[in-house]
């Protein structure tokens, strides 16, 4: 499986399940898939992980940096 593969799967995943968020979707593959967590990072693109941080900005789940924005 190449990064693009993988990250089109994470995709389809948050957009099945409205209320779940990119990292719950990347676990809950590896989950269903029986792989580590940690062997998916290399798969991880560029576009995916800006979502990622995107997403996590917005829950407060990133340490540091600018605060979060208001609804």
Do not use: W
């Amino acid at each position: 499986m190449n990064s693009k593969e993988f990250s089109l799967i994470i995709e389809d995943i948050v957009k099945r399940h409205k209320d779940m968020s990119y990292v719950d979707a990347i676990v809950k593959y590896c989950e269903e898939n029986t792989i580590e967590v940690e062997t998916t990072a290399r798969l991880i693109t560029k576009q995916l992980k800006e979502k990622i941080q995107h997403q996590s900005a917005q829950l407060n789940l990133l340490k540091g940096g600018k605060p979060g924005v208001l609804p």
